[in-house]
């Protein structure tokens, strides 16, 4: 029957180019590109031109990475890099993958990149006639009895065809013969099933045994057939076969129905008694064959059981059919046909695939963006294959639908690579069934990290104490800021950026700060009397690209150290006074080793100031400088001797303690020398560079030689002068200074601030100090040098001894000035 085809191709050679015509027509719809392909088209045959088909230009497949994703099965079809076109790759064969099952569609996700896109590909794989009809068995034995009449029926077994549609339509025929024919009975509109009919009676003397041919032809084109022989043996005896209640029995069962579960029980009755009319049951015919292996019979009392497990999505109906056969001789059978209809329940979990993952994330990614394409499937049919997806945790990632079956995972809120770096998302499926299923599949979605922060130090300022003195290259603080960004993005480096000092040159000649590390150290020694404070700012930048920078503001206190020694300051009309010095712009100059000069009037009362000294301490600036006053602790007298010298030390409470010192001496004249002495000194100033005696002894010249020139007048006026000058003498002693400052020789004095700021005194004999104003601050040290050098003046010319308990010690006001 296949020879009018020809050597050359085969027959369904003309159906293929049709199907590649027709398969040009298809649209795109809704984004779904639909192709058709016959069975057992060679491999390397092009189904369709897919790039042009999804709107790619020429030569942007292979750049745009057109790729081809199956779902659940294998395709037997491939992607040409070259030229874009779907082709076959392997041996298409309908019937292995789709069965009996119409129409076979394979469905097909096709991806290109740059951007991503998906293309849904429906591929229908349509049936030629490449299956005959095939029989149970070659040969089928029967045994007819001899006075079996006229129209008596027998099944046959049918035939199969793998094929569907018209290539699986059966018809059947019969080999010449005068005593059968065959007769074909509709079932539910499926393949007729051919009986065997008796058209004239038998006779076993005649012809013992018949041998007919039974033939099936499909309805493909060219058609193609199988047969089956018959060989039917004429027996004597059993006239009347088992008759079945009812001819067809049609039953239905959920999948999930367990092994051993009753499907029907048949019975057949026969009217013959004895032997002829016990019946046995067996099971034949079975539709598809794999029926055999799940259903059974039960041949005593037609029992109908299940032997195997039922499965809804291989196979959904059974036809198969039961004889009855009595044991007489010969034995007569009947026959009843049963259809088992297999019921869908919800037995498979949904299935989840990822077809595209795109990670890892930028952390600046916008809302939207697509991470992954999946696919979600289920086995079952109708309401139990509904499957709907859930994504977790809920964000910041979500599921859009895009097609039936299909989703892309996509970013639905921003992202901070700093508060998670990473996900586990996990994509659910759940069906809709009564019996609900889950599956999962997990993905790990990593984040990349952008430069999004700044550096930020700890604190917006830093205090640091530092002393003075210190070592160049000594550490004075560390500086730390956090940048959470990783890599570069999160690498910081320092830097100085220049504030105000506290003089004249920049933070950067005192300080530096390590780029890497933020080790802030000092470049030179630091000196409290020259920089008090230094504020500027360090700056923190990352290499990110572009670059962050924070900053914060350092404000380095340079502590004082105990550097400096007390001075004396030179006198400036006080009442004690000593080498003269200038001025600074800013304040005295203090003098060091000052020898100062002071003089008492014989007869002044206790508690009479002699001098006022002053004295200040580098360290604390002109806010610690110091004053006090040396007074008498009692009445002066003549028997006190013409001076006292005192030894005066300044000494200030820093570790270790510094100390100034200075020579007071202090001349015991008349009260109008004081007087005169006094006023000399005030008058002459700093810069007279005169001693008091020189000043005293000028002024009495000039009282004698007015004397000798008006001597009438004196004579004249002796009595008015005597009074007056009483008065003055008198007025003088009680409105004079209470202390005279004179310039003398001595060493400079030195001056250091004291962080107490106190006095201290001592004295071979002991001196008293009287306090002459504010309350006692501190203590002034006295003390008689062995060596005293004598002032100049009329107090030199006479020596006496040395009076105790002239001046006594108290505490002395120190007045900031």
Request: charged share 20%; glycine share 8%.
């Amino acid at each position: 029957m296949l020879g009018g085809c020809g050597p050359p191709r085969p027959c369904w050679w003309p159906v293929v180019v049709r199907v590649l015509v027709v398969q040009a027509v298809w649209a795109v719809v809704v984004g779904q590109v639909r192709y058709s392909v016959p069975e057992e088209a060679k491999a390397g045959t092009v189904v369709g031109r897919l790039a042009q088909d999804v709107g790619l230009e020429a030569g942007e497949a292979e750049a745009r990475r057109l790729r081809l994703v199956a779902q659940g099965r294998r395709a037997s079809v491939e992607v040409s890099g070259a030229s874009g076109a779907l082709v076959v790759s392997s041996r298409l064969d309908r019937e292995e993958l789709c069965g009996k099952s119409a129409p076979c569609a394979l469905r097909l996700e096709v991806l290109v990149e740059r951007p991503l896109r998906v293309f849904h590909v429906e591929l229908e794989v349509t049936d030629i006639n490449d299956n005959a009809p095939l029989f149970p068995a070659a040969r089928k034995n029967l045994s007819i009895p001899e006075n079996s009449p006229a129209g008596s029926r027998f099944p046959l077994e049918g035939a199969s065809d793998a094929d569907i549609g018209s290539n699986a339509q059966l018809s059947y025929t019969l080999s010449p013969s005068e005593h059968f024919r065959l007769d074909l009975q509709k079932s539910n509109e499926r393949n007729p099933i051919p009986d065997l009919v008796l058209t004239k009676a038998l006779d076993r003397e005649t012809l013992p045994v018949h041998r007919v041919v039974v033939t099936a032809s499909d309805g493909g084109r060219p058609s193609l057939s199988g047969t089956m022989e018959l060989v039917i043996s004429v027996l004597d005896a059993n006239d009347n076969a088992p008759q079945f209640n009812q001819s067809v029995y049609k039953v239905q069962l959920p999948e999930s129905a367990a092994e051993g579960t009753l499907v029907v029980r048949v019975n057949a009755t026969d009217p013959d008694i004895g032997i002829n009319s016990e019946v046995t049951y067996t099971a034949t015919s079975f539709l598809p064959i794999s029926g055999r292996e799940v259903i059974a019979v039960n041949p005593r009392t037609g029992e109908i059981r299940l032997t195997g497990a039922l499965d809804f999505e291989e196979v959904r109906v059974f036809d198969f059919r039961i004889e009855a056969r009595d044991q007489g001789t010969p034995p007569l059978s009947g026959h009843c046909s049963v259809e088992l209809e297999v019921l869908d329940v919800n037995d498979n979990a949904p299935e989840v695939r990822v077809t595209s993952l795109s990670v890892p994330v930028s952390e600046d990614a916008s809302v939207g963006t697509v991470v992954a394409v999946l696919s979600v499937w289920d086995r079952d049919s109708g309401a139990n294959g509904l499957v709907s997806c859930a994504v977790w945790p809920a964000s910041p990632f979500g599921l859009v639908a895009t097609f039936a079956g299909s989703y892309s995972l996509v970013l639905r809120e921003a992202l901070d690579r700093e508060r998670v770096s990473e996900y586990e998302v996990e994509v659910r499926a759940e069906t809709a069934g009564r019996r609900r299923w889950l599956a999962g599949w997990g993905l790990r979605v990593p984040v990349s990290d952008v430069n999004d922060n700044a550096p930020a130090f700890a604190q917006a300022v830093y205090t640091v104490l530092a002393r003075e003195n210190n070592a160049a290259g000594a550490e004075l603080a560390r500086l730390w800021a956090r940048d959470p960004d990783e890599a570069g993005n999160g690498r910081v480096s320092y830097s100085v950026w220049e504030g105000s000092g506290g003089g004249w040159r920049s933070a950067s000649s005192y300080v530096s700060v390590d780029a890497e590390s933020g080790r802030l150290w000092a470049l030179q020694a630091l000196d409290y009397e020259e920089v008090q404070v230094l504020e500027f700012e360090v700056r923190a930048v990352d290499a990110g690209e572009p670059p962050l920078c924070g900053n914060a503001t350092v404000q380095l206190f340079v502590v004082d150290e105990n550097d400096n020694a007390p001075a004396l300051l030179p006198a400036a009309g006080d009442g004690a006074w000593g080498e003269a010095a200038p001025e600074a712009a800013s304040g005295p100059v203090p003098v060091a080793g000052a020898l100062l000069w002071a003089w008492a009037a014989w007869g002044a009362p206790a508690g009479q100031v002699v001098a006022k000294i002053r004295a200040v301490d580098a360290d604390s600036g002109y806010n610690a400088w110091l004053r006090g006053e040396v007074s008498t602790a009692r009445a002066l007298e003549e028997a006190d001797g013409p001076r006292q010298r005192l030894v005066i030390v300044v000494r200030d409470h820093g570790e270790p303690a510094r100390s100034a010192t200075a020579t007071l001496s202090v001349s015991l004249v008349e009260g109008a020398e004081a007087a005169a002495a006094a006023g000399s000194s005030l008058s002459s100033g700093l810069g007279s560079g005169r001693g008091p005696l020189s000043v005293a002894e000028g002024g009495a010249a000039l009282s004698w030689s007015s004397v000798t020139n008006v001597w009438l007048v004196v004579a004249i006026c002796a009595v008015s002068s005597v009074l007056v000058l009483a008065v003055v003498l008198y007025g003088a002693s009680r409105c004079a200074p209470r202390a005279g400052v004179v310039s003398g020789p001595g060493a400079a004095t030195l001056v250091c601030a004291s962080e107490v700021g106190s006095w201290s005194y001592s004295q071979r004999q002991s001196r008293s100090l009287c306090v002459a104003e504010g309350a006692g601050k501190s203590d002034l040290m006295v003390f008689s040098p062995n060596f005293p050098p004598p002032p100049p003046g009329p107090a030199a010319k006479e020596t006496q001894p040395e009076a105790p308990a002239l001046l006594d010690t108290h505490d002395i006001t120190v007045v900031a000035i």
